[in-house]
């Protein structure tokens, strides 16, 4: 049954993205800015590795984004930060050394690259994560690889605004209530991410 996401109104900001699918528990999409690269999530919970996983991305031995659920709205989120990583680096403008670490950097409303690592990055203690892919192709093999480097159980992604923190995600993000009287959280994030560049 395919996803529904909320579209983002009120931004004039807004990137292309082609139609969604969904395979199993995960979720891929083609970038249609960018049809040769697709992104796929994989949420899990109950992670009892987040130690060595993070230690593995660090050093190059997972090609993913790990991220934080607790500091995703939505699925859509993460589209924007990917989309907006790819963009930079087909450009060569990254600030960051890799695609991955540049769709964590890319979540953040600021640009202090230690502080969107600290925020949306997976940590040690954690117990869920959102792993995120950028492919061209053989995406079975990149889910099974995925799958058993995750000591974790596998969860539908959108289960995951059921490990959302929308306090800490509203007070990071400097969420009004006027804004979200006015539109979604997720509208707001959104706008948030796609502006900082100009702040």
Sequence with gaps: MPVDFQPVTGCSFLYALNEKKTISMHLTHQLELFPDHKVTQVLFKDVKNAAEL????????????????????NGFQVLVAANRAVSLQKTGKMKTRSLYSEIIFSLSPTNN?????????????????????????????????????????????????????????????????????CGTLLDAVVCRMAIKDAL
Excluded: C, W
Aim: glycine share 6%.
């Design 54 to 73: 993070r230690q593995n991305a660090v050093s190059g031995k997972i090609s993913a984004a790990l991220i934080k659920p607790a500091m995703v709205v």
């Design 113 to 181: 690259i230690s502080e969107a690592f600290k925020r949306f990055g997976i940590s040690d203690g954690d117990d869920s994560v959102l792993v995120v892919l950028v492919h061209g192709g053989d995406e079975p093999q990149l889910l099974s690889d995925i799958k058993t480097m995750v000591d974790g159980e596998q969860v539908p992604v959108e289960d995951i605004s059921l490990l959302t923190d929308q306090e800490r995600i509203k007070k990071l993000y400097k969420v009004t209530p006027q804004e979200e009287k």
